[in-house]
């Protein structure tokens, strides 16, 4: 693991995620991958369209760039769900 890099902080009801923000972290730190997280204050683990959404987009940019999306996680109180593990990406 080359590091950590915290992209927004949300609000109650949501935070936004920019792919350039993302990626341009990613080309800094010359990764060739990258696991994208955030977490559920509600619990709930199932992921939202949106995060689907956000996912496919930050997939597809890093195809462009060479730099694999390796998985996206949703962290709660109650455990955690990983895109990978349930075929999602």
């Known amino acids: 693991m080359l590091g950590i890099f915290e992209v927004s ?5 949501g935070a936004s995620a920019d792919v350039r923000i993302d990626f341009a ?3 800094k730190a010359n990764a060739t991958g990258i ?7 509600s619990g709930q ?3 939202s369209d949106a995060d689907k959404y956000i ?6 940019a890093g195809e462009l760039l060479n730099i694999r999306v390796l998985d996206h996680l ?3 109180a109650e455990g ?4 990978t593990d349930e075929c999602l990406m």
């Open 35 to 41: 696991i994208l997280a955030h977490n559920h204050p």
């Open 55 to 60: 996912t496919e987009n930050m997939r597809k």
């Open 45 to 47: 683990l199932a992921p």
């Open 80 to 83: 955690f769900c990983s895109f």
């Open 74 to 76: 949703i962290v709660s």
């Open 9 to 13: 902080k949300g609000g109650i009801s």
């Open 25 to 27: 972290a990613a080309l």
